[in-house]
């Protein structure tokens, strides 16, 4: 590297020096042999002295141009074959150190479903039951919403990140029915658009051009569990807006994705070709950790049936109530 650097400067420092020489001594030749040689043609006596200073002058001009031709032979083309490679190499260095710490991070995220997951037996469940479920999904995204200029690639700490789930128990009625619910969570919003993402709805006549350009884009992310990265205009700005499917734990066949992870920020550049994959691993982290989570509060539940049932009840309770009862009949 250092060996073409030097190479490079020597050659534009002669270039430099020899192009200002040349192009003064070329002028003068020309300027001398055109004019003698034109006074030739007018008819005007020639002298010897002036024939030699003619030839002398053609000869020094030969000489210069033979000194340009092997310049341009010379030119260290290789230097610019080895800048090429020089920067073709910090590229590839760089893009070897984003995807170790993106690595590092989707690991991390993995330990940290596993510590909340793990602990789970037949005979306790409150670890993971007892957490909120806000609490719990930022777990799993923690990295993704720290460190999201890592994953995209952009030199940028301005960013709306969030998920929205399409179903998600919300209770548990009886061992046979469960209501479920929508559920919206907005990790970061430095862009200001909760009024979009909380009020998600399959028909919404009463949000802006933008909101709906945003609705309907998750509901095809959704709808047809869709990796989606696109442009998004609004009155004072251009936003690009990624959005990821959660699919279901059980993939395959034309199962709609459970919901999505989506991600505002400002930025011109094309989407990381890798932040589809991405997206989709923490999708799926999201996703066993959904499935688990409601797993641990329908066994909670029954779980709090049979103990319910299985309680003794005291003999003077039994005493009071027969008598109780025996009275109502009276």
């Given amino acids: 590297m250092n060996i073409g650097i030097d190479n490079l400067s020597k050659y534009f420092k002669s270039d430099r020096f020899n192009g200002v020489i040349i192009s003064l001594m070329n002028t003068i030749i020309m300027l001398f042999c055109s004019g003698y040689i034109g006074a030739l043609l007018g008819g005007v006596k020639h002298s010897t002295l002036g024939v030699i200073l003619t030839f002398i002058g053609l000869v020094f001009y030969i000489i210069l141009e033979i000194l340009r031709i092997l310049k341009e032979k010379n030119f260290p083309l290789s230097v610019l074959d080895h800048l090429n490679a020089v920067e073709e190499l910090k590229e590839v260095k ?35 039951c007892s957490l909120e479920l ?52 907005i990790l970061k919003d430095d862009f200001q658009l909760s009024k979009y993402l909380t009020a998600f709805k399959d028909e919404d006549n009463s949000i802006d051009q933008f909101g709906y350009a945003i609705h309907s884009t998750f509901r095809e992310c959704i709808k047809f569990s869709k990796f989606i990265c696109k442009d998004l205009v609004g009155e004072n700005v251009t936003l690009k807006l990624i959005c990821s499917p959660i699919p279901q734990v059980c993939e395959g066949g034309d199962l709609e994705a459970r919901g999505l992870i989506y991600t505002f920020y400002e930025g011109s550049n094309p989407c990381p070709n890798d932040i589809e994959h991405i997206l989709l691993i ?4 999201v996703a066993n950790w959904l499935s688990k989570y409601e797993d641990c509060v329908k ?10 049932a299985n309680i003794q009840e005291p003999p003077e309770v039994t005493e009071l109530r027969i008598r109780l009862n025996g009275q109502v009949k009276q």
């Fill in 94 to 128: 760089e893009a070897y150190s984003r995807q170790l710490k993106v690595y590092e991070f989707i690991d991390d995220s993995i330990k940290s479903l596993n510590e909340e997951t793990c602990p789970i037996t037949d005979s306790s469940y409150e670890q993971l």
């Fill in 134 to 185: 806000d609490k719990g999904l930022e777990g799993i995204l923690r990295n993704l919403n720290n460190r999201t200029n890592y994953f995209l690639n952009v030199d940028t700490d301005k960013f709306t990140i969030g998920i929205c789930l399409d179903f998600i128990l919300k209770k548990v009625i009886s061992l046979d029915e469960y209501e479920y619910g929508r559920h919206e969570l």
């Fill in 282 to 285: 923490h999708g799926r982290l």
């Fill in 299 to 308: 066994s909670r539940f029954k779980i709090q049936q049979e103990n319910d």
